[in-house]
């Protein structure tokens, strides 16, 4: 097959006749790399005809390149880059042009400056990830999951597969939201208060935005999720960080001007611990108090190993002031980014409207690809199969870390994927996380998780979902030698 036409172009600014513009066209391609010895070339009609010039033109230009050694000809066959071409030198990154822009004016607004951390791609490559939100591939169903992606991709699923669903989303993917998982959760909604996200990140965002504005005020956790925290300094709305305890979020801390509540009170991020139902109860009547809107991050319930999970804080309201974010992110796989929101249909209104114009809908293929994963039994058993595995490799890890030594500063009384640890005061844990790397072991640090990072450099989260319960006990171990050295320094 001949390489593609439309690849070839003449510059408009070049000098010289147009048969040596296509000789130096198609000699600067070959010593590029971009036409390999042995490449077919487009036949001399076809070229001529997509650049706009006679053939006989084109066949000067081939027949040139052709006694310079660029190309040979084969009969009736055509034009191939010759085999005594000569070979591209080797690629050096063109040297970066000076900007002409002063983009510290032409930036209007700026989303880079938060303190995300940086969590490496190749986690796998290191002996002992304890990183947080990755899945372990040995878990997970991947012949159910590509038999589901292929029922998806049948004729029968075309038209789901295919249509632009607009402002909506894959009927069947909403309707088992609604009858099987929301359910779960003593949560009942109808398919107009439920939709679906990029997974729980973007309902966050959607909700921010619908909800808040330069002058109303959001509570959020401290600690809490560090990308919340950047999605809500975004909005430019007032944020009041609340000291959680050992239950969660004290609804007595709430400030007077309070317009929305972000909380995590099944599994509260990062330090996992669970809100009883009597302050639930406390929270919903402070809210009811304060005419706040209260947004559930209900995140890795799933994972309730150790006993039934809480009801959601969403089951017990009986005046619409919750708004459910529930993700497959953590449950399936992070690269997924399937979520879903739940809410009152005035609020899902504006959320389905804002979403439609930024990215219409989550893909037609993913959707009813989970809608088939879901229907068919499969992500049932794949959860059962994570609980039993996180269970164990919990235990392997609160040994290892007893142990060791090590202190624990939360370990979720339900189960979860992760401890929230607590190094000693002099232990800077940003510093920790470079030295372990070096070991082939990745921690989490705590500092971004919290208003006043500077404020807790000891803290620090290690993840059991990515990592084997043989590399648990000797990671911990590093982990705790490397404590040790720098306390010792």
């Known amino acids: 097959m001949a390489a593609p036409v439309e690849?070839?172009?003449?510059?408009?600014?070049?000098?010289?006749?147009?048969?040596?513009?296509?000789?130096?066209?198609?000699?600067?391609?070959?010593?590029?790399?971009?036409?390999?010895?042995?490449?077919?070339?487009?036949?001399?009609?076809?070229?001529?005809?997509?650049?706009?010039?006679?053939?006989?033109?084109?066949?000067?230009?081939?027949?040139?390149?052709?006694?310079?050694?660029?190309?040979?000809?084969?009969?009736?066959?055509?034009?191939?880059?010759?085999?005594?071409?000569?070979?591209?030198?080797?690629?050096?990154?063109?040297?970066?042009?000076?900007?002409?822009?002063d983009w510290h004016r032409a930036i209007g607004a700026r989303f880079s400056e938060g303190v995300t951390p940086d969590k490496p791609l190749d986690w796998r490559s290191y002996r002992?990830?304890?990183?947080?939100?990755?899945?372990?591939?040995?878990?997970?169903?991947?012949?159910?999951?590509?038999?589901?992606?292929?029922?998806?991709?049948?004729?029968?699923?075309?038209?789901?597969?295919?249509?632009?669903?607009?402002?909506?989303?894959?009927?069947?993917?909403?309707?088992f939201i609604a009858r099987h998982i929301l359910p779960r959760r003593g949560i009942h909604a109808a398919p107009e208060e439920i939709l679906v996200t990029l997974g729980a990140q973007n309902a966050l965002w959607l909700s921010a935005q619908v909800l808040l504005t330069q002058r109303r005020t959001a509570a959020i956790e401290d600690p809490c999720y560090h990308t919340l925290r950047d999605i809500l300094t975004q909005s430019?709305?007032?944020?009041?960080?609340?000291?959680?305890?050992q239950d969660g979020l004290p609804p007595d801390l709430l400030p007077d001007q309070t317009d929305v509540i972000f909380t995590t009170p099944s599994h509260q991020c990062p330090t996992t611990s669970t809100m009883p139902l009597e302050r639930r109860q406390a929270l919903l009547a402070r809210a009811r108090d304060l005419d706040a809107l209260i947004v559930e991050d209900d995140y890795e319930f799933e994972m309730s190993f150790l006993g039934p999970p809480s009801p959601a804080l969403k089951s017990l309201d009986r005046e619409g002031r919750v708004i459910y974010v529930g993700s497959f992110s953590k449950?399936?796989?992070?690269?997924?980014?399937?979520?879903?929101?739940?809410?009152?249909?005035?609020?899902?209104?504006?959320?389905?409207?804002?979403?439609?114009?930024?990215?219409?809908?989550?893909?037609?293929?993913?959707?009813?690809?989970?809608?088939?994963?879901?229907?068919?039994?499969?992500?049932?058993?794949?959860?059962?199969?994570?609980?039993?595995?996180?269970?164990?490799?919990?235990?392997?890890?609160?040994?290892?870390?007893?142990?060791?030594?090590?202190?624990?500063?939360?370990?979720?009384?339900f189960g979860g994927s992760s401890f929230w640890m607590q190094a000693p005061a002099q232990v800077d844990t940003g510093r920790l996380a470079e030295r372990l790397r070096d070991h082939g072991v990745l921690i989490e640090p705590g500092a971004p998780f919290f208003a006043k990072p500077d404020q807790h450099q000891n803290h620090y989260r290690l993840a059991y979902s990515s990592i084997t319960p043989a590399r648990i006990e000797p990671g911990i171990r590093l982990i705790s030698d490397e404590i040790r050295a720098m306390r010792s320094a």
Not at 34 to 44: A, F, Q, W
Not at 132 to 146: C, E, P
Request: hydrophobic content about 35%; glycine content about 8%; some cysteine.
């Open 331 to 413: 449950s399936l796989f992070p690269g997924l980014r399937l979520g879903y929101l739940v809410g009152s249909e005035h609020f899902i209104r504006e959320a389905r409207a804002l979403r439609s114009t930024v990215l219409r809908h989550p893909p037609g293929l993913i959707q009813r690809t989970v809608a088939h994963f879901l229907s068919l039994g499969h992500y049932d058993a794949l959860i059962r199969r994570m609980g039993a595995a996180y269970q164990e490799r919990r235990r392997v890890m609160d040994q290892a870390i007893t142990d060791c030594g090590l202190r624990v500063a939360g370990a979720g009384s």
């Open 236 to 245: 430019r709305c007032h944020t009041a960080a609340i000291p959680v305890d």
């Open 128 to 175: 002992y990830p304890f990183t947080y939100g990755q899945s372990d591939a040995a878990l997970f169903d991947h012949n159910s999951w590509r038999l589901c992606a292929l029922k998806a991709l049948g004729q029968k699923d075309h038209v789901a597969m295919t249509q632009d669903y607009y402002d909506r989303d894959d009927p069947e993917l909403v309707a």
């Open 7 to 101: 690849t070839f172009f003449l510059d408009p600014d070049a000098q010289g006749t147009l048969q040596a513009q296509i000789q130096q066209m198609i000699a600067e391609a070959i010593l590029s790399g971009r036409l390999p010895r042995g490449e077919k070339l487009p036949s001399t009609r076809k070229l001529a005809s997509h650049l706009g010039v006679s053939r006989i033109t084109v066949t000067l230009a081939y027949t040139e390149l052709q006694a310079n050694d660029y190309l040979s000809s084969r009969g009736r066959s055509g034009f191939y880059v010759s085999e005594n071409a000569p070979e591209p030198p080797s690629f050096h990154p063109p040297r970066r042009r000076e900007d002409k822009v």
